[in-house]
């Protein structure tokens, strides 16, 4: 994948892992994996510890497998493998041979598990859910041995097998591995390997299944069976890592992958947990995952942000064990440097106001020439209609105006862009004494003209009413009002500082015929208001809807 960069940053990472091929510690092979859950769509976190992961497999010249953790198919759907799949082959890599399915280990993990019951490493709990809540104990209690620890072997591996077959309610046993009641660490209490889960449907497994391994037992297997050497995961597994060692030396697996944990992306203004992310869809607080205003990868790719910019964000931040919070800043400047270079250059109004040529003749249109860009001359130019009537942005025109509006000012010049030098020589009111049409004179010598020698204050942008094409345009602003939604003490519920005011739709504007048939995600810069695209969702030939992607600067007001 010639496209991605290729630059490597160094991180502590890179150090462990140079360490480890130095010393040939696992024969000099890399592996890696990006493991989700398929209970909701991926967010921009997740960008991160794909671009982590898969970017480490290409440098060192191994693999990344990208593999569904689906061990909990009561939260699980096929909606949400898929969209995982498009959005991790839209970043940029490739899995298609390296797909793997934690539930397609299900027989390997069962005979595991009977594997640890044979060694007397595991037994069969029937404690309720909460008694094995009080025999647990507390971060300050040390928990107590379960009535059902000393089982035999023999009656542990009976009540095993018929848990499989079914015979037993939901809730009703666990296979829990025998480790240390007094353990400091909880999760080497006695945790839970397999639970009872009798009537789910899994999306892989149908019903082949009445029992469920358990996410920490799953992971660490799945990563030793598939022979994984880095095991990359965010900050709050650390305390997962005496269990994932345990497992794996108590079962002697062949390959004993190395943990390391980095920090999670947090991102200001917005929030980054599935968990969180459904509630704000399940709330309806926005119109799917991939409403424009989603950290979701979907969302991002619906609203216009490129992949690469994404890539090069994940690259920017970089990867550390400090826990923190990245400003949207950095996230935007990536998306405009990539823009500004590729994004081909259109005009829109997004607020019209009417400006008749008094001079111009009533039926002719010129085709005008404007470059695509302005720096890259190989992105062409395209044809721009002009006529007698046109439409400028209301807020390019000021009755009356001081020298730092450098717009168009009743008896002044401004230069329409790519074309002519016009004057404002009458301004019509309606009866509220509300601007509604500019009576403008045009200057035919202007066109083209160096603008050197043609001083006029400055240039705005316009569309043919005639040729333009009426357009819905949506703008966005921050979906949260706070910087850290979800840690705020002050609320209950992080959904109190959702922004009532994130959507914007403006429902006048005018855009110039040329992007009428863009397809959709196709990023333009509507020259002076910003960079949009067609909406995939809502956005058809005759009704065409542009989603703002981003302002040509950072024009958001800190709220804090
Ligand atoms: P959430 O907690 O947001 O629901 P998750 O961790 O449960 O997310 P998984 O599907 O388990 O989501 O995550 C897959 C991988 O992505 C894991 O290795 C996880 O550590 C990593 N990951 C999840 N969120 C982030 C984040 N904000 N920053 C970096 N990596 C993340
Ligand atoms: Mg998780």
Known sequence: MSEITDIKPSNFIRHIIDADMTENKYGGRFQTRFPPEPN???HIGHAKSICLNFGLAMDYKGLCNLRFDDTNPQKEENEFVDAIKTDVNW?????????HYASSYFEQLYIYATQLIKQGDAYVCDLSAEETREYRGTLTDPGKNSPYRERSIKENLELFKRMREGDFEDGSRLLRAKIDMTSANINLRDPAIYR???????HQTGTAWSIYPMYDYAHCLSDAIEGVTHSLCTLEFEDHRPLYDWFLRTLKTEHHPKQIEFSRLNLQYTITSKRKLTKVVEGNFVDGWNDPRMPTITGMRRRGYPAAALREFCLRIGVTKADNSVEMDILESCIR???NENSPRAMAVLDPLKVVISNYPEDKTEQLTAPNHPQNESMGTREVPFSKTLYIDKSDFREEANNKFKRLVKDKEVRLRNAYVIRCDEV???EHGEVVELRCSYDPATLGVNPEDRKVKGVIHWVS???G???????????????????????DDFTAHLNPDSLMTLTHSIVEPSVAKAASNFVYQFEREGYFCADSELSSAGNLVFNRTITLRDTWVKKS
């Open 40 to 42: 909701g769509y991926l």
């Open 91 to 99: 970043l940029g890599f490739e899995f298609e041979k390296n797909l």
């Open 196 to 202: 009872i889960r009798r009537d789910v449907v899994h």
């Open 337 to 339: 440097e990539n823009l």
């Open 428 to 430: 019509i009111k309606d």
């Open 465 to 467: 009413a005639k040729h």
């Open 469 to 491: 094409i009426p357009a819905e345009i949506r703008v966005f602003d921050r979906l949260f009002s706070h910087p850290h939604p979800d840690t705020d003490k002050d609320v």
